[in-house]
């Protein structure tokens, strides 16, 4: 999502080679160019889709601010790799936000490297997450 992803109306190859489209979309087939409406929609459908399933994987109530950080993270590892993590795990095992947002520094790699974008992008998160940002 922006600014972190970047728009981009034709799709391209990101670090690690998946197709990549408009705000960070992989998801589904490509097509050779978008509008910045047919993008505007996408991201809207995907951030929805993004917090309605990690609703279902949240069981503990979080912050409306925790769920921004929680949720730009999920966008984009997407809600499988969340559910699974250890960030969430510590949500449902009632660990205070000060425990768990640290969980969102880790994750900043991608093919193996540590990666300076994502790096920023987490620690932003990170700072949203613990109420330093609104």
């Given amino acids: 999502m922006q600014p972190w992803e ?3 109306l034709k799709p391209y ?3 690690v080679g998946v197709w990549t489209w408009c705000d960070g979309e992989t998801q589904g087939l490509h097509k050779a ?7 505007d929609a996408l991201t809207r459908n995907s951030a929805a889709r993004t917090l309605s399933s990690l609703s279902t994987c949240i069981k503990r109530p979080i912050a409306q601010h925790e769920w921004v950080a ?3 993270w999920a966008y984009n590892v997407g809600t499988q790799a969340a559910c699974r993590s250890t960030l969430v795990r510590q949500i449902n095992e009632g ?3 000060s425990v768990w947002c640290r969980q969102l520094l880790k994750w900043d790699y991608a093919g193996g490297k540590r990666i300076w974008g ?3 992008r ?5 700072q949203m997450c ?4 609104e």
Avoid at 122 to 126: M, T
């Fill in 130 to 133: 613990i109420g330093a940002v």
């Fill in 13 to 15: 190859r990101d670090i």
């Fill in 6 to 8: 970047g728009r981009e």
């Fill in 70 to 72: 929680v949720g730009s």
């Fill in 33 to 39: 160019q978008y509008t910045n409406a047919e993008c």
């Fill in 95 to 97: 660990a205070p936000g």
């Fill in 122 to 126: 987490r620690e932003a998160e990170y």
């Fill in 118 to 120: 994502l790096t920023r």
